[in-house]
């Protein structure tokens, strides 16, 4: 396995489309998190899944963003009526947890750039 | 919103120098991590610190978890011009997500 893959690698759409992203994982690795990432900032967390169960949500995820991970493998990142602001990197990170008690490293993928005109 | 302190923002250093980049913070956090950034692609991991007080390396790079907890500091030897990018330190508390510091921007004249 390659590491973390993230597609499409870049998106330009308008305003007021519908965008779906697409994260697939390192193999066998059971979390997978969502970051968003401005222009001269670090990346700041959006969501995260545990296999299939989505356990936490960031305040910065409004409702017009939904993401999903259907059998606990690759995940899915949906924003829908764009907004210019919603323009940023969009990454993608997995790791392997079993126990609270084990360290756990994130590793990401290489980014979704969207544009939104 | 974020809560690390990174710092330097930005150093321009001639190929050979060392650097010493730091992460402070007001809270408490479990673990430190450190990254780099190559414009348009994601953070790769370049050292993970997991203990109060470790002292990690990897390479030229040299990376300490605070005694407190509440800093790290991450070191590289004799730069070269490929180490030029965004550093950027990452801690989690009690939750798993990370949070990540402002950045430091390396850039290195021959």
């Known amino acids: 396995d390659t590491g973390v893959s993230q597609n499409p690698r870049h998106k330009i759409t308008k305003r007021g489309q519908n965008v779906t992203f697409r994260c697939d994982p390192i193999s066998e690795h059971n979390r997978l998190y969502w970051y968003r990432q401005t222009l001269g900032q670090g990346p700041e967390f959006l969501t995260y899944?545990?296999?299939?169960?989505?356990?936490?949500k960031s305040r910065l995820l409004s409702d017009r963003f939904s993401a999903e991970r259907p059998k606990g493998s690759f995940s899915t990142l949906e924003i829908q009526r764009t907004e210019q602001g919603d323009s940023a990197m969009y990454l993608c990170?997995?790791?392997?947890?079993?126990?609270?008690?084990?360290?756990?490293?994130?590793?990401f993928g290489p980014g979704t750039r969207l544009l939104v005109l | 919103g974020q809560q690390l302190n990174q710092s330097p923002q930005s150093m321009f250093i001639q190929e050979g120098e060392d650097v010493s980049m730091n992460c402070t913070s007001s809270?408490?956090?479990?673990?430190w991590l450190w990254y780099k950034q190559d414009p348009g692609e994601g953070p790769v991991l370049l050292i993970a610190l997991y203990k109060a007080g470790e002292l990690t390396s990897n390479g030229r790079l040299t990376a300490q978890f605070g005694i407190t907890r509440k800093d790290s500091f991450l070191n590289i030897s004799a730069s070269i011009p490929s180490d030029v990018g965004i550093y950027f330190c990452a801690s989690t508390g009690t939750a798993s997500k990370l949070t990540f510091g402002t950045g430091t921007r390396l850039q290195v004249t021959l």
């Open positions: 990170a997995s790791s392997h947890l079993l126990t609270s008690e084990q360290q756990e490293t994130q590793y």
């Open positions: 809270s408490i956090f479990n673990t």
């Open positions: 899944f545990q296999n299939e169960a989505q356990l936490e």
